[in-house]
């Protein structure tokens, strides 16, 4: 198990996103699991300890220094792609540290590699650092002000006081409450001649921290929660998404959410640009004169969980660029060779993702790297872009 100075230095890493160490201790944030088929974030953190990554590696300053601290990767590049990236990138020096201390290069599988990106991913959950003072100021810069006061006492606005906005720790219900509420909110906000608000990224982190840490605000337990995927689809499709968009197939008429909403890898992204369109959604609904759907408790969850096992937050890489990949890192050299001994990566279209190529290099990088020593074939370095197109380029022969 972890020890306990190992997990609250990587709580103070969460902290850093403007939420105070005491609520997210109380919340055990970086071990929420994620989907079981995509990993869970219990057994990632567990399993970095239990493989000594420590030793080397550090987490938010706890642990071994001669390594990259794992948890200072933004989470804006981070996919499971660059993870496969960066193992195969470091993956000979990680085998020499490995080799100095003695210590067994572990044959990690798909779903370890899938525990430790959610590991990952759950301890960069809070996107961006947050600033309450920016955050303020735009609390009056987009108007909120004119519909919401801070506390009851203050004034009897037809929004609720901000100390009772729900949710706020919870970025995905966060989003849920405001997709209910943004009908009668774009009713009163064009009863008063103002605009529908959009919101940047970093300026809806900065608006949340504000919030957040108002000193009559709940003493809410950040959670990072996602439900049954399954259970995702039907709300996706029952609930009337599907009408207007498509997850990762085409069609004609609809917006398929994985071919162009890929600039939305982490929840509170995703969240921001649901919000910026919500007008656009809503006027679309009534000219087809349709009901536009309220989410019962959990059902974003739901469909969010649906998005993740769909891919939708990985990086979708281009068959076209994968072949020049493939060529120019010289995988053919060895690969797909009749008297090579290394596996053919032919005829294994939709074999390959970004998990399976990093569990790859676990469990035959070594063995692989002496063979390309022997053939004098430099060791291949991917960034998470071309290690998406590869495994694209792989998946479509």
Known sequence: MLSRTFIRTCLRQVCSRGFSLRRVVAAGLFVTPLLAQYGDAQRGAELIE???????????????????DLSRRSTRDFTPATLAASMWNHGPAMWRAMSTRNLPVPPLG??????????????????????????????????????????????????????????????????????????????????????????????????????????????????????????????FRERGCARCHTVGAPETGKIDLVGVARAARTFTELGVRMWNHLPQM?????????????LSENDMSQVIAYLFAKRYFEEKG????????????????????????????QDKRGQFSAHGMAAALWQHGPKMQGDMEKRKIPWPVFSGGEMADLIAFLNAR
């Open 282 to 294: 809503r006027q679309r609904a009534a000219a087809v004169r349709f009901e536009f759907p309220t």
């Open 318 to 345: 281009k068959p076209a660029r994968g072949r020049a990949v493939f060529a120019g890192k010289k995988c053919g050299s060895c690969h797909d060779q009749p008297v090579s001994v290394a596996p053919s990566l």
């Open 50 to 68: 239990r493989r000594n990554c420590t030793l080397c590696h550090s987490m938010g300053g706890a642990g071994g220094g001669t390594a990259p």
């Open 110 to 235: 798909p779903t370890e590699i899938a525990d430790l990106y959610a590991y990952f991913y759950s301890i960069r959950y809070f996107d961006l650092p947050g600033d309450a003072g920016r955050g303020k100021a735009l609390f009056s810069a987009k108007k909120c002000s004119t519909c919401h006061s801070l506390t009851p006492e203050e004034g009897k606005g037809p929004g609720p006081p901000v100390s009772r906005w729900p949710a706020i720790a919870n970025r995905i219900r966060w989003s849920e409450h405001m997709w209910n509420h943004s009908g009668p909110m774009m009713a009163e906000m064009k009863k008063k001649g103002i605009r529908w608000p959009t919101f940047t990224l970093q300026e809806m982190v900065d608006l949340l921290v504000y919030v957040r840490n108002l000193p009559k605000r709940p003493d809410e337990r950040p959670s990072l929660v996602l439900q049954d995927p399954s259970a995702g689809e039907k709300v």
